[in-house]
């Protein structure tokens, strides 16, 4: 099993940057795909980001392409999301997940999650 915990979440101007990271636990960690969700209020949650097992896949919401870059650590048991060129409407509660199917699916089959960290852009 995978136990998920995000940080670095905070408040930052428009055009600003964060870097979100993810610590797992586990040993099946480097099997797993991992992806980041968003959620804002009232609004449903969204797909963010995803990287397959090896790292060697990634694939992007269109919202976020060109800005948003996940990477992953497998020595260090991290997922990271590097946001750049932040706009107010990137402001939600960003989750972490975990596939254990590996495969790195904006439709996988996220069955763990992280308790979510709040990412705030102001204009």
């Known amino acids: 099993q995978v136990q998920l915990v995000e940080s670095g979440g905070g408040l930052v101007q428009a055009g600003g940057s964060l870097r979100l990271s993810c610590a797992a636990s586990g040993r099946t960690f480097s099997n797993y795909a991992m992806g980041w969700f968003r959620q804002a209020p009232g609004k449903e949650r969204e797909f963010v980001a995803t990287?397959?097992?090896?790292?060697?896949?990634?694939y992007y919401a269109d919202s976020v392409k060109g800005r948003f870059t996940i990477s992953r650590d497998n020595a260090k048991d991290a997922v990271y999301l590097q946001m750049n060129s932040l706009k107010p409407e990137d402001t939600a509660i960003y989750y972490c997940a975990a596939d254990p199917r590996g495969f790195g699916s904006p439709r996988g089959s996220y069955d763990y999650w992280g308790q979510g960290t709040q990412v705030t852009v102001s204009a």
């Open positions: 990287i397959n097992w090896s790292g060697a896949r990634t």
